[in-house]
């Protein structure tokens, strides 16, 4: 499967911002998809993540509560709404998909299999 992120820019602290992830030649619905970022000098580190059906949700404290992971199986996408936007939620960001990810590993980078090329997340005023 292909990933595609859109979506990122620049954008005030306590601003919003919505990012997509379109997939294209697989079994979308087949796969977990997480989003994970990247600031400079930094790991890359988990953000959100949804199971197939979408029923299951998963968060990193820095982001809960601010941050909503959905998916559209129908359209091949995932989406992630990020409000209350602060100048550490700046990075790239990246959608990711993997098949067969154990509930205790959503958070791992390595068991995602399928990247998107990322899009850059800034906030600053």
């Known amino acids: 499967v292909q990933l595609q992120a859109s979506g990122g820019g620049l954008v005030q602290p306590g601003g919003s911002l919505r990012l997509s992830c379109a997939a294209s030649?697989?079994?979308?619905?087949?796969?977990?998809v997480g989003w994970f970022r990247q600031a400079p000098g930094k790991e890359r580190e988990f953000v959100a993540a949804?199971?197939?059906?979408?029923?299951?949700?998963y968060y990193a404290e820095s982001v809960k509560g601010r941050f909503t992971i959905s998916r559209d199986n129908a359209k091949n996408a995932v989406s992630l709404q990020m409000d209350s936007l602060k100048v550490e939620d700046t990075a790239v960001y990246y959608c990711?998909?993997?098949?067969?990810?154990?509930?205790?590993?959503?958070?791992?980078?390595?068991?995602?299999?399928?990247w998107g090329q990322g899009t850059q997340v800034t906030v600053s005023s």
């Open positions: 949804i199971r197939r059906s979408g029923g299951h949700t």
């Open positions: 030649g697989g079994t979308f619905s087949s796969y977990s």
């Open positions: 990711a998909a993997g098949a067969g990810i154990i509930l205790s590993s959503v958070r791992i980078p390595n068991q995602y299999n399928h």
